[in-house]
């Protein structure tokens, strides 16, 4: 008969009977399986919650950025119509700058006389819009 101590279980096996035997068997386990359903539940309506707190957030930035892009949109048409009149602004400018340096030089030519000063200016009348 062999009286040496009984041959020991692998460590494994060991702690596995402590786990069994803290948890209480089969209601322990219960307990386990229970938690490990539940965390699967309790991720999705994790995800819910974050998908309505960005839904909630994001609409009224889409809603804004519509609103923009037409205030954008107005601003460009309104600025292309601006650029239009600065340009006759110019040409304006350009032709009155041209017609009082002409006047100018009339009047003060050496030669100047009341009636060549005046024929300029009439003569200024004459040159036809477009040309101006």
Do not use: C, Y
């Not at 692998?10 to 359903?37: D, F, M």
């Not at 707190?53 to 994001?58: D, I, K, R, S």
């Not at 048409?77 to 400018?93: A, I, P």
């Amino acid at each position: 008969m062999n009286t040496g101590p009984a041959p020991a279980a692998p460590q494994w096996v060991q702690v596995a009977l402590s786990v069994l035997g803290i948890l209480g068997g089969g209601t322990g386990l219960a307990a386990i399986a229970t938690v490990v359903v539940q965390r699967g539940k309790f991720k999705a309506d994790a995800a819910d919650t974050l998908t309505e707190a960005a839904l909630t957030l994001v609409q009224p930035l889409q809603t804004r950025i519509t609103q923009l892009e037409g205030e954008a949109l107005s601003a460009r048409s309104e600025l292309g119509v601006l650029r239009e009149q600065v340009n006759q602004l110019q040409f304006v400018v350009r032709v009155l700058t041209r017609t009082l340096d002409r006047w100018r030089a009339a009047i003060r030519a050496p030669d100047a006389t009341l009636r060549k000063v005046r024929a300029t200016v009439a003569e200024t009348d004459r040159i036809p819009e477009m040309e101006r």
